[in-house]
Structures are given as structure tokens and as C-alpha cells.
């Protein structure tokens, strides 16, 4: 089972992908919480050169409220990661975690229809992308 759900767009700018995942994600009511750009960061802990690559906090509230109730310590596998990387200009690579994959571990039958539909969502939003 893979971990993670991904696409890759071909002829699109890293930011106009950034914009069209976000707007994705909105549809499907996620916001974005939290955003890491790990180009930059690399950049000014490491000294190094990275390619872009950024890492959104995405989440459904209502849906991670059900979690949170039916699980308290659920909280140290959201939010939902998104992850938009470029390793070569044009070529943009957007990938969601597998929340089905991530809740293997626990072991709490509430959690699994919760992960099952936040699945759907994800695989929607991510293959939207190729439209």
C-alpha cells in the first residue's frame, strides 16, 4: 500500500500549482493551516541549494473535529501534508498523504470510515489536477 497520492503536471509554474492545489483543496473544504517551504529553510539553516519544495498543512475541520473525538492523540498525524515539489522547471509533482496508510497503526474502527472519506476527498483533489 502506498503512503501517498500524486500526480505530476507538466508545463505549469511551481506557484501556479501552489494556487491550483490550495483552490483544489478549498473545494473539497480544506484550508491550509500551515505552509513550510523547505527550499528556504534549507537555504538559510544548511547553506544549500535546494530545488523548490513546499509542504502544506491541510485540513478539514469538521472531519478532523469526528477524529479528534473518536481519537485525542490524532492530533500527531494531522493535519493532512501536501507536498508540491519542482526538481525540474515545468515538471511539478503534487503529492497527499494516504490517510488510509497512515491509520494502519491505530487501531480505532471509528478512525477508518473518517480516513476512508478523506481519502476520496484527496484522490478528487489531486486528480483534478490533470483537468
Not at 2 to 12: D, G
Not at 71 to 82: A, F, Q, R, S, Y
Not at 83 to 102: F, L, M, N, R
Request: aromatic content about 6%.
Amino acid at each position: 500500500m502506498s503512503y501517498y497520492i500524486s500526480t505530476t503536471l507538466q508545463n505549469s509554474s511551481f506557484d501556479e500549482a501552489i494556487e491550483r492545489i490550495t483552490a483544489e483543496l478549498k473545494k473539497e473544504g480544506f484550508g491550509i493551516l500551515t505552509e513550510i517551504d523547505i527550499k528556504a529553510t534549507l537555504q538559510k539553516k544548511l547553506d544549500v541549494d535546494f530545488y523548490n519544495y513546499k509542504i502544506l498543512g491541510a485540513c478539514n475541520p469538521p472531519f478532523a473535529y469526528k477524529a479528534l473525538l473518536a481519537e485525542d492523540k490524532i492530533g500527531t498525524m494531522l493535519p493532512c501534508n501536501v507536498i508540491v515539489q519542482e526538481k525540474k522547471p515545468g515538471t511539478i509533482e503534487v503529492s497527499a498523504v494516504d490517510p488510509v496508510a497512515s491509520m494502519v497503526s491505530v487501531k480505532n474502527e471509528h478512525l477508518g470510515e473518517l480516513a476512508l472519506e478523506i481519502q476520496k476527498r484527496l484522490e478528487k483533489v489531486i486528480n483534478s489536477l490533470q483537468k
